[in-house]
């Protein structure tokens, strides 16, 4: 495999430069440490290391200006937006810093292209009024303010580069255009010394201007990294640039050309791997890199591309531990570091300054696992106990107080530094945060990376908080967290790592210069590599065209670059592309592929990789009764099998078998939104206060009005008890509230229209609870059923037992046909079962005569009346026979005995059924 670093010093060499002497300039810094190593194996003895700069830095050493970062340069912008805007129209800097990002981007690509400002604003300026959609000839303030901000740009960005100036600072853009302007002079200056550009490709204007004036004065060298193919090929993206720099410099009019070469045609092994989402790909570069390794491949000639950089902590996941040295050159951005969640987390918190948080913001925060040790006390960590109270409590908004409250006195100090109220104040934020970060630092569990992380975040605050001190515009929270959030995407936490050894892991810009002879390139899709048509900025297509400058074809032609240089010289190629729709982004496959494809010149394997799924057919759960189970069914069996525990195992035997037999209980979860079951409880607990002082009397039209002014305290009472520290003062609680209440009115209404219409109402019983014994053949213990029976009364002189329900039923939900049915379908028999369950405890313990009659009364069909059970001839009869006797009970007896004796018998599975 060729190398171009080691193939450019040798050529110098040749001609008798001595490289100790030589300037050499890159497209980055991490080209120089290769370029030291080659220059280290070429060299024989003891000598000076040549200087080496990125472009950047030279850039900056010909201005003489010192670089600004992007954050500090927006508070500069702001100080000039100020200065420039009137008063009345002047946004506050929160607003302004989400519009002048873009603006910074856009002066700096108009200075780095070396563009007239002034005509470039005056033609935008132009163009907007023309644009703009009002036809009147009075414009309103909106148009006006509209039309004034595009006049005012020019303004801005002349105030703004004169105060840099002043000040000797500049961003990038600026710093390019100073340099232009100083070249002459630095060359004079410089005269003794050569200066080496290697590896270029996309330069802008002022790149261009430096370096063909170093060319013209005789004091510079530059060697290109291109491919024939793509040279003379005149729509090849690959080589744009470098063909046009080949057709209008003057230097090449008398002076050759260095370097095209022809590696690309060479025989490579080249696999197009489509693998469905990115945990996907990473996985899979992981096997890769695994394979190569077993076949003793030199990984240090190895490179991981990386598409897209969040890629980058899966990919380290799934590397081998047998490969033992990697070095990663991208660096790992902060909002990626998992500290990164809890500082999002207290923003999100703070950002409403509000003194109650919601629970489950405040669970989220107290859950993070960065801060989980800081809740150990000596009776262990309090964390849990938090918790608890909460939904034991059904806390859903809390105030620090009662965070406190519930908290161990231990941790009232972390729980005011997360809870205590920032005041929409960003010094009190940036306070709380840094304390926040040395109370995490104290704790003694940490590892190095742990640490390092937290050194970074402490490094990023301080650095807010010099900004809040110089400027004082961080004048909200809201405003806080957007600096905040700009400064997380752009910092990264740099590993170290030994550079010339082992795998390398990097960006696609990091591979710029190097070659290698494995390559692994991810996310090789469309809308990634490359990134197509986004234009974030304020300068229209048209009008960049118009001004020369780059546009969306001219950024994805540098990526066509870099992607194929990186191709160049390699042997092995793995390109992986996601098959899978991802946000915005389709799984569709790069048009660099595709290129590859129609080009014909490497045969190109297609590989699809997808998880093995192992085709298995769904096994329902089968539970063989142990002798601890029978063991547990007799102590059930002695408490007393309830009907709803019955028709439970009706539904799903595994059901009963979990809740029954192992205790497992239900998720207890913080009941944000009244439940139906506590709707439920509110409305039986309340008809039970009103109706048990009335047992064994008649009921009258004077006790059930008196009901009527009791409804609100009592409904309320009882909500307080059941849905405890709850809210159901507003919001869908406050309706739901309202609905137990006109429930009850309604149930209280029906039943003074009963007693209107002439009928007698005797209440006998209210919440009846009952056990009794069954004899069942077959099983050596006592069996019992018990039950509490809502409510027993007689109409008429009619005896009724009544269920309750909040729910809807409908008659057919209280009908059978078949008495084996009863016992097997949930869905359709469950309320006749359950009915008849308490009309048969009742009669066997004599509280009732026979006939009755049992049924339902549904609180949201109350128009329905008491839904009475009955026994059907046929599914279409109409004719059904209401009144439960001997027979019906003797009946249901005999169902009854052999689900219990099934529920008992030792030879009997609890078997899973399908539910849908």
Known sequence: MGNFIKSVLLDLKNKDFKLEDLIFILPSKRAGVFLKHHLSQLTQYATFVPHILSIEEFVEEISGLKSLNNVDALFKLYNTYSEVSPKDTRESFDAFSSWAQLLLQDFNEIDRYNRDSNAIFDYLKAIKEIDHWSINKDQTDLIRSYLQFWQQLKEYYKVFTETLLNDRQGYQGLIYREAVENLESYIEAHSHKNYVFL?????????????????KSGSGLIYWDIDNMFLEDNIHDAGLFIRQYLAEWNYYKTQPFHWSTSHYKEKKSIQIISVPKQVGQAKYIGQILENLNVQNHDLKNTAVILGEENLLIPVLNSISEHINKVNVTMGLPLKFVPLASLFDQLFTIHKKNTSRYYFR????????????????????NDLKGILDNIYKNNLVYLSLNELKNIAHKNTHYLIGLLFSSWNDNSKIALQHCSDLIHLIKSNNTLNHLDLEYLYRFHSLFNQISELNNNYKYLNSIACLYKVYNDLLQTET????GEPLEGLQIMGMLESRVLDFETV?????????????KANNSFIPYDVKRENNLPTYKEKDAVYTYHFYRLLQRAKNIYLLYNTEVDALRGGEKSRFITQMEVEGIHELKHIVVSPEVVLTDKKLKQITKTRAILDRLKELSGLGFSPSSLTNYIRNPIDFYYEKILGVKTFEEVEENIAANTLGSVIHNTLEDFYKPLEGKMLTIVDLQSFKEKIKPTVTKHFKALYREGDFTSGKNLI????????????????????KEGKLIKILAIEAEEKIELNIEGIPYPIYLTGKVDRIDQIDGVTRVIDYKSGKVSQSKVEIVSWEDITTDYDKYSKSFQVLCYAYMMHQKKRIKLPIEAGIISFKNLNGGFLKFGVKESTRS?????????????????ELKKLISEICNPSTDFIEKELD
């Open 199 to 215: 590896g270029f490709n996309a330069l802008n204007t002022c790149e261009s201007l430096i370096i063909q004036g170093l060319l």
């Open 361 to 380: 913001d405040v669970i989220a925060l107290i859950s993070n696992p960065s801060i989980y040790n800081l809740f150990e006390s000596n009776e262990g």
């Open 493 to 496: 936490l740099d590993f170290k």
């Open 520 to 532: 692994i390139i991810s996310s090789v899709n469309e809308g990634i590599l490359p990134a197509g």
């Open 736 to 755: 739901i509230f309202e609905i137990a209440q006109r429930y009850i009115s309604n149930f209280i209404n029906s039943e003074i229209k009963q007693l």
């Open 878 to 894: 109409q004719k059904k026979n209401q009144i439960i006797t001997e027979e019906t009970l003797s009946n249901f007896e005999v």
